[in-house]
């Protein structure tokens, strides 16, 4: 039967979370630095479709297949981990230094990726630099100022704003990892992970990682925004945020409710030392 239940799906986030700190760094890098660069891609593609069709949901429903790539090809994602690695600390499987080691490998790969989208995408959209006719180019500076300067104007409620709603959207981009892991198929895959990513993005959530993407292009784009106001009215919140999100609503819940219960014995210590000497692969993103 293709379903997991829920208990074998907590198990199998925790042996994912393991997996994921036997990763060497170049592994991670790489990884991480391919997944910045899709999530700018499907933004890129969302935006696309909205702009095109003037019905913001299209943009919403295509968002998620950048995420679909991302979990089928076991790529990394920071706010992914921030769920399954601290699952698989909870069951004693992963050491904080590595968890620590490895989200913020991860976090300056997703980065590193989404900038050099971000550069590509305004090379491509502006001949490098020659023509702004694009109808794209005013949407992305309208988003960029929105998350940044738009949250900004508001003082302390704008911060406390996007780190809210950093928490909604990664309760949801979380749920999507772990929800992909209830089918053995692809097609349950893609259509278990696009659902609650097409829930954040269609209701305005905060993703971190989209947001290394989308703020700096409208930066190159002309968008009245400078580093301070990324980093302090969007980024540094909506980080906290998803990491708030990920480990209250899926990793602490689904772990306490589900994950304390007995596990299998592929999960045991022993067993993840052993896996280690034949190079398992972490499941997800």
Not at 96 to 115: D, K, Q, T, W
Not at 246 to 268: D, E, H, S, V
Request: glycine fraction near 10%; aromatic fraction near 10%.
């Amino acid at each position: 039967m293709d379903y997991k239940k829920p208990a074998e799906v907590i198990a199998l986030m925790i042996q994912s979370g393991t997996d994921k700190g036997r990763l060497n760094t170049t592994d991670l890098f790489i990884r991480g630095s391919l997944s910045g660069m899709l999530l700018g891609m499907g933004t890129t593609l969302a935006v696309t479709g909205s702009v095109q069709t003037g019905i913001p949901l299209v943009g919403a429903l295509l968002f998620p297949i950048c995420f679909v790539v991302v979990v089928l090809m076991g790529l990394e994602l920071v706010t992914g981990s921030f769920a399954l690695l601290p699952a698989a600390y909870f069951h004693k499987t992963l050491p904080m230094p590595v968890l620590l080691r490895n989200l913020a490998i991860v976090y300056g790969a997703n980065l590193f990726g989404a900038l050099v989208y971000a550069f590509l995408f305004w090379a491509s959209v502006t001949s490098f630099g020659q023509t702004y006719a694009s109808p794209l180019i005013p949407a992305i500076i309208k988003i960029a100022a929105a998350k940044t300067t738009g949250y900004g104007q508001l003082g302390g409620a704008g911060i406390a704003t996007a780190f809210t709603k950093g928490i909604l959207c990664n309760w949801m981009v979380t749920m999507g990892v772990v929800l992909a892991l209830t089918s053995s198929s692809v097609i349950g895959k893609i259509l278990a992970a696009w659902i609650p990513v097409f829930m954040f993005f269609a209701q305005g959530f905060e993703h971190a990682v989209v947001n290394m993407f989308v703020i700096p292009e409208g930066m190159l784009l002309g968008a009245p925004v400078n580093i301070a106001d990324w980093w302090l009215y969007n980024q540094i919140p909506v980080t906290l945020g998803n990491i708030a999100g990920a480990l209250l609503f899926t990793a602490i819940a689904l772990y306490i409710t589900y994950g304390r219960k007995k596990q299998p014995a592929a999960l045991t210590v022993a067993d993840t030392k052993a896996s280690e000497t034949v190079g398992a692969e972490p499941h997800l993103a």
